[in-house]
């Protein structure tokens, strides 16, 4: 089973940016749609964005839509999320997943690899 691993975060100022990675164990992620999820404490981890399989179609959420953009290297098993623009509420967890199938989807259950997160902390 492949595994996941991100990099990335860390505590930048509101406008700033930060690019993510997530590095997947296997070649098999190439076969996989991916996305990214954060979580802050006693909330459900919520959808950022996905990809699919081969990195032509991406979907975000409303709340990232035009200041985050997703992309997926298959030649390097690494998916990125650029964040541009942070915001405060921005805070949180960052978790990649991937799953089986051509595209992403937007709950989490439906992803049966995840990382073990990387914490994006935005201040004012």
């Known amino acids: 089973q492949v595994h996941l691993v991100e990099s990335g975060g860390g505590l930048v100022q509101a406008g700033d940016s930060l690019r993510l990675s997530c590095v997947a164990s296997?070649?098999?992620?190439?076969?996989?749609?991916a996305g990214w999820f954060r979580q802050t404490p006693g909330k459900e981890r919520e959808f950022v964005g996905g990809v699919n399989w081969s990195g032509s179609l991406t979907g975000y959420a409303d709340a990232v839509q035009g200041r985050f953009t997703i992309s997926k290297d298959n030649t390097k098993n690494t998916m990125y999320l650029q964040m541009n623009d942070l915001k405060p509420e921005d805070t949180a967890v960052y978790y990649c997943a991937a799953r089986s199938g051509v595209t992403w989807a937007l709950y989490a259950n439906l992803y049966h690899v995840w990382g073990q997160g990387t914490q994006v902390t935005v201040s004012s």
């Open positions: 296997d070649p098999s992620f190439s076969d996989n749609a």
